[in-house]
């Protein structure tokens, strides 16, 4: 990261313990355990493959699980998205949404409880939900078996979407998402507009749909994000919003061209 970047997120990424607080002091710089955490989910590599010149990868390991369950990660993506939309003119909060799903395959590490097989996709692993805004920023994830129908796994990450924003009104979905989502979402107060296709037999660009497919190749850059290692759904979870937000860093501190 770069010092513009990192001050972005420096105040939400807390140590184990602080000035002035009792606790054994903090050793390991905050900013190189982010910088590593973003290392392993962009190249896929093993945590005790880290290079030298980042702290001890246990000790990264276990800042990535903390963070991963105490919603560090989410809260920074939060941030982050409300800025980009900010800055691109819109308000912080959307006010509309698109929804899809993803399976990814599970390795062996994956245990028996959290893993299904996806017999349409034929994979065998678990599937991550995620609702986007317009403008393709994630707002929910949430990571199930891959077995999990998208009535389920929809309206679980839905249910984590609409406490983010008080205006979202409006979600856009394929027709995977059937009577039960719609259902589900009209109790949150969100009304479903399904996107069917346009054409059989042939790629169509869908209105909206394109627009969360376009956020799972951008995370797809990330080679930790192409197969679920992760025992705990929530680690993996954690990944997803930490690659999330390395991109809108990015987005953030990249200069306008003229």
């Not at 660009?205 to 951008?218: A, G, K």
């Not at 690659?243 to 501190?253: P, V």
């Amino acid at each position: 990261m770069t010092d513009e970047e990192w001050a972005l997120i420096a105040d939400l990424v807390e140590p184990y313990s602080s000035r002035g607080k009792m606790g054994r002091p903090v050793k390991n710089d905050r900013r190189g355990v982010v910088d590593a955490i973003f290392y392993v989910a962009a190249t896929g590599c093993q945590w005790r493959a880290l290079p030298e010149k980042y702290p001890h990868w246990n000790t990264v390991h276990r800042y990535h699980l903390t963070w991963s369950r105490d919603g560090t990660w989410e809260r920074v993506c939060d941030r982050l998205r409300g800025l980009v939309r900010e800055k691109e003119g819109r308000e912080a909060d959307p006010s509309a949404g698109v929804i899809d799903a993803r399976s990814v395959r599970g390795a062996s590490t994956v245990g028996a409880a959290t893993r299904g097989y996806d017999a349409g996709k034929k994979v065998n692993g678990r599937k991550v939900f995620g609702v986007v805004d317009t403008l393709g920023l994630l707002v929910a994830v949430v990571t199930l078996a891959a077995s999990t129908s998208d009535n389920v796994g929809g309206a679980a990450v839905m249910e984590r979407a609409k406490p983010k924003s008080s205006r979202l009104s409006t979600v856009f979905s394929d027709g995977g998402f059937k009577k039960a989502f719609a259902e589900a979402c009209k109790g949150l107060g969100v009304a479903v507009e399904v996107v069917n296709r346009i054409a059989s037999g042939r790629f169509e660009v869908l209105p909206r749909r394109w627009v969360v497919e376009r956020t799972w190749s951008w995370l797809m850059n990330n080679r930790r994000l192409q197969v679920d290692y992760e025992r705990d759904p929530k680690v993996s979870e954690g990944f997803v919003w930490a690659a999330h937000s390395r991109l809108l860093m990015r987005r953030l501190t990249a200069e306008t061209p003229r």
